[in-house]
């Protein structure tokens, strides 16, 4: 945890509306972008970044200052995100495939595409898809440790990750070749 860091936890905790102001300056834009990975559309996005700060602050007080401040504002965020997804549809994860469909396919070449193009894409995965996909590209964990937080088999949390890649691959190579036609 930095000094800034503590400086600002700190007068959260002493109810300083500034010390909050900060807080949230400081790591709205970030954790606005974690969002958007994880939600249906910008309106999603926005209700679950007002939760997650909610919840911050709420629980400020455990914070310990270990580790990295952000990376803790970060998890709550996922958390509350996740916790959306799994309330809204209850058949948001499939369950588990056959080995043959854990394979992915061979990666072709594509052209750089823009960001902002490449996360519609992922926000238009089915909603098992794109947690699964964020939380194991994006965020770095483990299938295991996917499994225990969406409440699924590691198995599951892999086949999840062969078809949001596959999906992506297949919109990425019809966008190429419609740019190539025209």
Same mark, same amino acid.
Request: charged share 30%; proline share 2%.
């Given at each position: !945890?930095?000094?800034?860091?503590?400086?600002?936890?700190?007068?959260?905790?002493?109810?300083?509306?500034?010390?909050?102001? @900060?807080? %949230?300056?400081?790591?709205?834009? @970030?954790?606005?972008?974690?969002? *958007?990975?994880?939600?249906?559309? #910008?309106?999603?996005? $926005?209700? /679950?970044?007002?939760?997650?700060?909610?919840?911050?602050?709420?629980? *400020? @007080?455990? &914070?310990?200052?270990?580790?990295?401040?952000?990376?803790?504002?970060?998890?709550?965020? =996922?958390?509350?995100?996740?916790?959306?997804?799994? $309330?809204?549809?209850?058949?948001?994860?499939?369950?588990? =495939?056959?080995? !043959?469909?854990?394979?992915?396919?061979? /990666?072709?070449?594509?052209?750089? &595409?823009?960001?902002?193009?490449?996360?519609?894409?992922?926000?238009?995965?089915?909603?098992? %898809?794109?947690?699964?996909?964020?939380?194991?590209?994006? #965020?770095?964990? /483990?299938?295991?440790?996917?499994?225990?937080?969406?409440?699924?088999?590691?198995?599951?949390? @892999?086949?999840?990750?062969?078809?949001?890649?596959?999906? *992506? /691959?297949?919109? *990425?190579? #019809?966008? !190429?070749?419609?740019?190539?036609?025209?």
């Amino acid at each position: !945890m930095t000094e800034q860091e503590r400086h600002i936890v700190e007068g959260c905790l002493r109810g300083q509306i500034a010390s909050q102001k @900060k807080l %949230y300056d400081t790591y709205s834009a @970030k954790m606005f972008a974690v969002c *958007l990975r994880y939600c249906k559309d #910008e309106d999603d996005a $926005k209700d /679950q970044l007002q939760e997650g700060f909610i919840r911050v602050f709420q629980n *400020l @007080k455990a &914070f310990k200052g270990e580790g990295s401040f952000e990376g803790w504002v970060r998890r709550i965020v =996922i958390n509350c995100c996740l916790e959306s997804l799994r $309330k809204s549809d209850k058949k948001l994860i499939h369950d588990d =495939i056959t080995e !043959m469909d854990l394979e992915l396919a061979v /990666q072709p070449k594509f052209p750089a &595409f823009d960001l902002q193009f490449v996360m519609k894409k992922i926000q238009s995965l089915a909603p098992g %898809y794109r947690a699964v996909f964020n939380l194991y590209i994006v #965020e770095g964990y /483990q299938h295991h440790e996917i499994g225990e937080m969406l409440g699924i088999s590691e198995n599951t949390s @892999k086949s999840q990750l062969s078809r949001a890649r596959r999906i *992506l /691959q297949d919109m *990425l190579t #019809e966008e !190429m070749n419609s740019v190539h036609e025209r």
